[in-house]
């Protein structure tokens, strides 16, 4: 059981993240925020309640089932 809460933990972890750093960065070198970042600049703490956070995408062919959409925007 502890290892499948770590597990889940990791994954909310990955979710909360962006993409790579790297992606970010070209992202915020555009003038631009994370849709992470817009959400906290727009809305009160706590006023935010996130669902299907780990939700994932169906698609399959061409590579897509092996990624995972990130909220960059």
């Not at 992470?36 to 169906?58: I, N």
Request: overall charge neutral; aromatic content about 2%.
């Amino acid at each position: 059981m502890t290892q499948r809460l770590e597990e889940l933990a990791e994954r909310r972890e990955q979710a909360r993240n962006a993409g790579s750093p790297r992606a970010v960065e070209k992202h915020h070198a555009k003038g631009k925020m994370t849709a992470r970042e817009r959400l906290d600049y727009l809305l009160d703490d706590g006023s935010f309640q996130e669902l299907d956070m780990l939700a994932r995408h169906r698609a399959h062919g061409m590579g897509l089932e092996d990624n995972r959409p990130t909220p960059t925007g």
